[in-house]
């Protein structure tokens, strides 16, 4: 996550997971063929910061679980509603 990203959220004491953000994508691709999807969206202009953030295990089946910098654990639980208004 970008610094500026990460200040905003805290001083506004919002969790960036939840954080309306247009122009992104998600892909979910096989574990063998990450790396080179990973290589192929960097070597666009609009890919360049283009990143794996995390895989799907059969450790905490149907649960998104985040590591907190300090290295622990944390449930990342369905939000209800929306966090801030859409304004598009």
């Known amino acids: 996550m970008r610094m ?7 001083l506004l004491g919002l969790d960036p997971v939840y ?3 247009e122009g ?4 979910f691709v096989a574990p063998d063929a990450a790396e080179k999807v990973l290589a ?18 059969a450790e905490h089946p149907r649960m998104l ?3 907190t910098a300090m290295g ?5 639980a369905q939000q ?3 966090q801030l208004p859409r304004i598009c």
Do not use: Y
């Not at 500026?4 to 805290?10: M, P």
């Not at 992104?24 to 892909?27: D, H, P, Q, S």
């Not at 192929?40 to 295990?57: C, E, M, N, S, Y």
């Not at 622990?72 to 990342?76: D, L, N, Q, W």
């Open 40 to 57: 192929v969206l960097k070597a666009h202009p609009l890919g360049r910061d283009a990143a794996i953030i995390g895989r799907v295990t």
């Open 19 to 21: 954080v309306a953000n």
């Open 80 to 82: 209800i509603g929306e």
């Open 24 to 27: 992104k994508a998600v892909f």
């Open 65 to 67: 679980v985040a590591r």
């Open 72 to 76: 622990a654990k944390r449930v990342i």
């Open 4 to 10: 500026e990203v990460q200040s905003a959220c805290e």
